[in-house]
């Protein structure tokens, strides 16, 4: 392998490190990054396995414990971010869920906005119980119940900004400034923004949880995920817990996911124009009682949003009059209804029927998902079709 591990990717800029960072050639001098579709490893002698094994040589070892396509999507990740490590995993769910429980233990108390995706509200809410784990969820937006419930028992704290779907904004800021008065690990779900638009480390998180399977792929192909952190949370809590449950991604899985990352600012940047093109035409919309997305001015956290993100993002929910959910929903002809988001196809979605089915009618009305609710993720086709087609819809409406 000619691995370019000199190479000092920091000295260039986002776009230069999306496509290049991370990359190494094999001795074929491929252009693309090439596919190790391989589960282990092969070792000269009995005894270069036991020296690979006891971490006197270096080499890979296994595929659950890394591979080099993994490692170019890890490399980009982080350098990507500006941070040390990177572990990519199967899915954005093992991603959130070894996040918490490599670091977690019985008794453990852990606070979390409750304004979360259906499954890490599943996870929050009813798996870490199990365990013994203390869970608060508490208003996120709200910095005085952080301050009321962080204390010294706080061993971590978990927010979702934006959250999915009601695109609330948490002061990523001062919540982790509370937390770490009280040496707790600051943990984001930076999904809805992507590694594009806001940089949870910058703003004092400790840890970065993605689904790879939104943006970072975008074109609705491969599960996926990452989990950023320091080299020392890493060694010390991640690749005990990672290697030895095996969350580990496909190395084609992380093929699909690292050539996703090279087009990753240029969608992003399309997705949010047309994503702000259309908040703004529904809006004004007389059959709709009201538009939440984050670069609109009349966002409750419009203020914040603008300091912690660059942009607004894919996704754009609203609020339909009427019992009219499923008839607009029905009446798209270009919006697949599906419950993906950050995809080149526009979708959308009935949040509280699938994605937000599993936390019940109780646990929706406290996120304050009514039925009446709809996401919409805007996607790359050209943006006056995708008006005219909810337009149509909602004309159907009666
Ligand atoms: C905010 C958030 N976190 C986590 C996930 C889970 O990601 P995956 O489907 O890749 O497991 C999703 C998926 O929709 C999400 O929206």
Redesign the pocket.
């Known amino acids: 392998m000619s691995f370019k591990k000199n190479q000092n990717y920091n000295q260039y800029r986002n776009q230069t490190k999306l496509v290049r960072a991370g990359l190494f050639r094999s001795e074929h001098g491929e252009t693309s990054e090439a596919i190790f579709m391989n589960s282990g490893y092969v070792f000269n002698s009995a005894e270069e396995a036991e020296a690979r094994f006891a971490g006197e040589l270096e080499g890979y070892l296994y595929t659950r414990y890394g591979n080099p396509t993994v490692t170019m999507f890890e490399e980009r990740m982080a350098l990507f971010e500006g941070v040390e490590a990177c572990f990519a995993t199967a899915?954005?769910?093992?991603a959130?869920f070894a996040s918490l429980l490599s670091y977690l233990k019985s008794g453990d108390h852990v606070v979390s906005s409750r304004s979360?995706?259906g499954?890490?509200y599943h996870i929050l809410d009813q798996i870490l119980p199990r365990y013994g784990i203390v869970t608060h969820l508490i208003d996120g937006t709200d910095l005085s119940q952080w301050q009321q419930h962080i204390t010294k028992k706080t061993k971590c704290v978990f927010l979702?900004s934006p959250?999915?779907p009601t695109m609330e904004i948490i002061d990523i800021k001062s919540v982790a400034k509370i937390a770490h008065q009280y040496n707790a690990l600051v943990i984001v779900?930076n999904?809805?923004a992507s590694p594009v638009l806001q940089k949870p480390m910058d703003l004092g998180a400790d840890i970065i949880?993605y689904?790879?399977?939104?943006h970072i792929d975008g074109q609705g192909r491969s599960?996926?995920?990452a989990i950023l952190s320091s080299k020392e949370h890493y060694e010390k809590h991640l690749k005990p817990f990672i290697r030895h449950t095996g969350p580990a991604i496909s190395p084609f899985n992380a093929w699909v996911l690292l050539k996703g990352l090279e087009t990753l600012q240029i969608r992003m940047d399309q997705h949010c124009q047309n994503a702000l093109k259309v908040a703004n035409y529904l809006s004004g919309h007389p059959k709709v009682e009201k538009t939440i997305y984050p670069d609109l001015k009349n966002h409750p956290q419009y203020a914040l949003a603008k300091k912690q993100m660059l942009q607004g993002g894919s996704i754009v929910t609203f609020i339909i009059k009427g019992n009219n959910a499923f008839k607009f929903m029905n009446a798209l002809n270009i919006f697949d209804i599906s419950?993906?988001?950050g995809d080149t196809k526009s979708l959308v979605t009935h949040p509280a029927t699938t994605?937000h089915r599993i936390i019940g009618e109780e646990g929706r009305k406290k996120l304050n998902i009514p039925n009446t609710m709809i996401r919409l993720s805007i996607g790359l086709e050209d943006v006056d079709d995708l008006i005219e087609d909810i337009e149509n819809a909602l004309k159907q409406i009666h």
């Open positions: 899915s954005g769910m093992s959130v979360l995706f499954s890490c979702e959250s999915n779900d999904i809805l949880v689904s790879g399977t939104k599960l996926g995920g419950n993906n988001l994605t």
